[in-house]
């Protein structure tokens, strides 16, 4: 991979960003798949190219899109001179070199389930994201789902999540605490090996109205409670929890020199439309008909998905 210049950014306000875009509500057009396949790097567009449903290609393709606009709107960098590249873990990163310090400890994450896409991003601390659709189990009941997931959550959070008045409360429950330890996970970026039950999540308050965002929720580290960092919760509808992990200060900011991040406000989510997600979009690539096609032959998802995380 070549290296990428050093872009000189002069001095730019950046507040947090909170995005959200309906996938599943997306029909695009020939002429808007097209032009989507076009903002995205190579490598991006054959993989999106090798996904068996549509619904799986719009999620990949609307979370590239989502970090690209990020970036080109954000940081001042031209679309077409964005790289972006993936840790040893997955996550996606910025491959353009920053000469300003400032914009170093800019960081970013995105998540798709369900029916959205979403992108958190922060200024000056470390950041993860999750979202997780409540849903019945793909197959089987209820009851052998939770025997099955046990092992990943602490005897206080199944407390709570059984503690809820039915199947479908407790399944509520179940998924809200699943995308509080996943944000954890994938701010830190360690994927899928970390011990799930070595955090518990106090979960603050027990409902949530729909779109507004709460910061009350603990979490506990191997039975310490976690003072640095703090996790936002929102739901989007009646069925999606989102929530978004920060790093106020520890190994992020120290390495950084960032002064301990603090809350002055939470930002809501903003819901994107399509042309919303374009608006800044210069083409890499001329224009491939056979994308149309390809995507035009595919099931838009399997006959019953199921909803088991991971």
């Known amino acids: 991979m070549p290296r990428r210049p050093a872009l000189s950014l002069g001095p730019l306000a950046m507040d947090s960003v909170r995005w959200a875009f309906s996938y599943s509500a997306w029909a695009p057009c020939r002429e808007d798949w097209l032009l989507a396949m076009r903002l995205i790097q190579p490598e991006e567009k054959e993989r999106i190219e090798q996904f068996v449903f549509s619904r799986d290609a719009k999620a990949a393709m609307a979370g590239r899109l989502l970090i690209r606009k990020l970036i080109a709107e954000k940081l001042k960098i031209p679309w077409n001179e964005i790289w972006l590249q993936r840790t040893s ?33 922060e200024p000056d601390c470390q950041v993860g994201i999750d979202i997780m659709k409540t849903a ?33 409360l407790q399944l509520d429950m179940f998924h809200r605490h699943w995308a509080l330890k996943e944000s954890f996970i994938k701010a830190i970026g360690v994927g899928i090996g970390f011990d799930l039950q070595r955090i518990e999540f106090h979960v603050s308050p027990l409902q949530l109205e729909v779109e507004k965002t709460y910061n009350e929720t603990i979490m ?36 950084h020199g960032v002064a301990p991040y603090t809350t002055v406000t939470t930002p809501a ?18 224009e491939d008909p056979a994308c149309w096609d390809n995507f035009c032959s595919r099931q838009e998802s399997p006959a019953r998905q199921s909803s088991n995380p991971r």
């Open 136 to 168: 019945l189990p793909g197959s089987g009941s209820v009851p052998h789902f939770f025997h099955i997931m046990r092992r990943q959550f602490t005897e206080e959070e199944w407390r709570v999540i059984t503690s809820m008045n039915n199947e479908w």
């Open 269 to 286: 989510f903003t819901k994107l439309t399509f042309h919303d997600l374009v608006a800044s979009a210069v083409p890499l690539a001329a």
């Open 89 to 121: 873990k997955g996550k996606p990163v910025l491959a353009n070199n920053l000469s300003s310090s400032s914009h170093s400890r800019f960081s970013f994450n995105v998540s798709h389930q369900g029916n959205y896409a979403v992108l958190a991003a």
């Open 220 to 255: 506990l580290l191997d039975g310490e409670q976690e003072k640095e960092w703090t996790f936002e919760e929102t739901r989007l509808d009646d069925c999606h929890h989102v929530a978004v992990a920060l790093e106020k200060a520890g190994d992020f900011g120290s390495k």
